[in-house]
């Protein structure tokens, strides 16, 4: 048996070993009982260990619920037919910075401000595009990319069956340059918990060159975003994803290139989408000529303003479907918004099977649509209004 010291000793090992991993693994901490020593466990009174433990352990659970509440990338961030990714452009990218990795940081850009201009990302099926022909066998899901001043751009990927699969980038087309990975390679490996990278290989070309490299994706920190206030303001538990691309573009002579992107990810706030908050990119390359070239952009979600005051846009925090699955009937919460508000129902290729217009309603309200000449299947339910939209998915059984 052991006795009432033998079980102190072993609490105090246990303390040990639990400061060591939450300090290692989760989180600075200065918890004040982390600072006992050996000779203070071994001399608690019989009569105060009970409390004292009591004190432990809740403290115990506090930190346990903050040590793992970091963010889990999921394929609940991967994009769909009909989303819209809306920023503004930075107009001093020198204030672009974006510093370090780890737990619980704090990355303080609100020193960003936003041009007029915007960078539009349209997602579409590839098979609508013109290069459906090019790389419709292994893409499913297109960006267009709009800005102005420059003609669309095209990303296209591969995120498996009901957008449910990891996300592999599969090519470009950029003015009179497509480059073609084939198969593609890794972008998001999913389900990606902080500390974890996911590598693959980057081998294509681009018709006139061979292009070979290594891409790798690392969740390299978790924390509290700021931006200046017409962004946003602050974001709290946002994720931050790190892609890192080294490749080179052999024409004969060789161009090598090093690009770094950062994508910070909303994941619990009032405000909440799939969409980055905040992009920062930094490409370095060396050209033909032997030339070092840079190129630096950095992008800031849109949120729009109507007479200095900040308007309510849909989001997955406001609006939701239910039940989901449905049999004939789903109903749709909305939040009061001064818009009329377009519902549109398309099936899994992107074909339109049904179209509701609501009329603009400052009050919160659930509406109620009768699917029940739709055939059982997964839908993409699209909700517009003025400044957004969101597309749900929805299923018939």
């Known amino acids: 048996?052991?006795?009432?010291?033998?079980?102190?000793?072993?609490?105090?090992?246990?303390y040990q070993f639990l400061k060591h991993f939450l300090t290692n693994h989760c989180l600075k901490t200065s918890i004040d009982f982390f600072a006992l020593n050996i000779e203070d466990v071994l001399s608690w009174p019989t009569k105060s260990n009970k409390r004292m433990k009591k004190v432990i352990v809740l403290q115990l659970v506090l930190i346990s619920l903050t040590a793992f509440s970091q963010p889990v990338i999921t394929t609940s961030y991967n994009p769909i037919y009909g989303d819209i990714y809306v920023y503004k452009i930075v107009d001093d990218t020198s204030t672009a910075q974006h510093g370090q990795a780890g737990a619980?940081?704090?990355?303080?850009l609100a020193a960003m401000h936003g041009q007029l201009t915007t960078r539009q990302y349209n997602w579409k099926q590839t098979a609508l595009t013109n290069d459906a022909a090019i790389f419709g066998a292994n893409s499913n899901i297109a960006a267009e990319i709009i800005q102005n001043g420059f003609s669309a751009r095209y990303e296209y990927y591969n995120n498996g069956s009901s957008f449910l699969g990891d996300?592999?980038?599969?090519?470009t087309h950029v003015d009179l340059s497509i480059t073609n990975f084939g198969g593609g390679f890794m972008s998001i490996d999913y389900p990606l918990s902080y500390g974890q990278s996911c590598t693959d290989s980057m081998i294509g070309s681009t018709g006139v060159a061979y292009v070979n490299g290594r891409s790798t994706t690392t969740y390299d920190g978790y924390g509290t975003l700021q931006l200046e206030a017409q962004s946003g303001g602050n974001f709290a538990n946002v994720a931050r994803l790190k892609i890192v691309e080294d490749y080179?573009?052999?024409y004969g002579p060789i161009e090598t290139h090093h690009v770094e992107t950062y994508y910070w990810m909303d994941h619990t706030t009032a405000n909440m989408t799939k969409q980055p908050i905040a992009i920062i990119m930094t490409h370095d390359w060396v050209d033909l000529n032997g030339t070092t070239q840079r190129e630096k952009i950095a992008l800031m979600r849109q949120i729009l303003f109507q007479n200095s005051v900040p308007q309510l846009s849909?989001?997955?925090s406001n609006v939701s479907l239910f039940p989901n699955p449905f049999e004939n009937k789903v109903s749709i919460a909305l939040p009061g918004?001064?818009?009329f508000i377009n519902i549109e129902i398309s099936d899994i290729t992107g074909r339109q099977v049904k179209n509701i217009l609501l009329e603009k309603s400052m009050a919160n309200r659930v509406e109620e649509i009768n699917l029940n000449d739709l055939n059982e299947g997964l839908y993409l339910a699209k909700i517009s209004a003025d400044g957004g939209s969101i597309v749900k998915r929805i299923v018939k059984n």
């Open 104 to 108: 619980g940081v704090v990355w303080n």
């Open 248 to 250: 080179i573009v052999n």
């Open 314 to 316: 849909l989001n997955e």
């Open 167 to 171: 996300l592999r980038k599969i090519g």
């Open 337 to 339: 918004m001064n818009s």
């Open 1 to 14: 048996m052991w006795d009432e010291r033998h079980l102190r000793l072993g609490e105090w090992f246990f």
